[in-house]
């Protein structure tokens, strides 16, 4: 599990994976000056809340990792993450889709 520290301030845990796709958007919006809100979804089963923060490029922010990042880039999942920071709604992390060239079953599709 890695964790997210926003503003020295609030420190949110996400799995490893999780943690290096919301990475990659989040400098690649900041670096481009653009604030955006970010709503993630925690709390055990049936208790669970939202939660929301504001992203700009005055913020400190860490990203901590449990281990070595060294999981595959899932580029369906990070041109999503970026198309809803982009949005009035902001970003929500939400489950990872499947990419388009991969089957049900993890074998790829072949294009035609």
């Known amino acids: ?40 979804r925690s709390g055990p089963d049936g208790d669970e809340r939202d939660t929301s923060v504001w992203f700009h490029d005055s913020l400190a922010l860490a990203f901590e990792y449990d281990g070595v990042r060294q999981n595959l880039i899932n580029r369906v ?9 982009s949005t009035t709604s902001g970003l929500f992390l939400g489950e990872e889709p499947v990419p388009m060239d991969v089957l049900p079953d993890g074998r790829r599709a072949t294009r035609q």
């Open 77 to 85: 999942w990070v041109e999503s993450l970026m198309a809803a920071a």
């Open 1 to 40: 599990m890695g964790t997210l520290i926003y503003d020295s301030k609030l420190e949110i845990t996400f799995d490893d994976r999780v943690l290096q796709h919301l990475q990659m958007v989040i400098v690649a919006k900041l670096r481009r000056q653009e604030s955006f809100c970010f709503t993630w």
